[in-house]
């Protein structure tokens, strides 16, 4: 018999990306992993970008304090950069890097915002800030 643990629950239902609706902002790649003994610890990526942020700090501590407060998850910040999100055009470019995280993985970064809009061109760059 298999038993799901609630931290691979937990981490099942997190969205894979969740973004401003428009602008151009600031944007982090988060590892997320269970805190569980028999988890295996590969973890989930997960993207999250918003123009309320002033560093990707910001978002990072936001993101993060939400999903360690039930003490089965566990996040680290693998990198960030910016996204600009036209919805008016159905397009999303992903470009720059963290000056505090140093550069997400634009690639994998593209392939979760192709899950949440699949109508979308969504490109990335590694020009830019």
Same mark, same amino acid.
């Given at each position: 018999?298999?038993?799901? +643990?609630?931290?691979? /629950?937990?981490?099942?239902?997190?969205?894979? @990306? #969740?973004? #401003?609706?428009? &602008?151009?902002?600031? *944007?982090?790649?988060? %590892?997320?992993?269970? %805190?569980?003994?028999?988890?295996?610890?590969?973890?989930?990526?997960?993207?999250?970008?918003? &123009? =309320?942020?002033?560093? !990707?700090? #910001?978002?990072?501590?936001?993101?993060?304090?939400?999903?360690?407060? &039930?003490?089965?998850?566990?996040?680290?910040?693998?990198?960030?950069?910016?996204?600009? !999100?036209?919805?008016?055009?159905?397009?999303?470019?992903?470009? $720059?890097?963290?000056? $505090?995280?140093?550069? /997400?993985? !634009? @690639?994998? +970064? +593209?392939?979760?915002?192709?899950? %949440? *809009?699949?109508? *979308?061109?969504? +490109? =990335?760059?590694?020009?830019? *800030?």
């Amino acid at each position: 018999m298999c038993t799901q +643990t609630k931290a691979a /629950a937990l981490m099942m239902n997190i969205p894979p @990306a #969740d973004i #401003d609706p428009s &602008g151009v902002f600031k *944007y982090v790649l988060i %590892r997320v992993h269970s %805190r569980e003994e028999g988890d295996d610890d590969s973890g989930v990526d997960i993207v999250r970008g918003y &123009g =309320w942020a002033e560093y !990707h700090a #910001d978002i990072y501590d936001k993101v993060s304090e939400e999903l360690e407060k &039930g003490g089965h998850l566990d996040c680290e910040c693998i990198g960030g950069g910016r996204i600009k !999100h036209e919805p008016q055009d159905k397009k999303i470019h992903v470009y $720059g890097y963290s000056m $505090g995280f140093g550069r /997400a993985n !634009h @690639a994998v +970064t +593209t392939e979760k915002l192709k899950v %949440r *809009y699949p109508d *979308y061109e969504v +490109t =990335w760059s590694n020009d830019g *800030y």
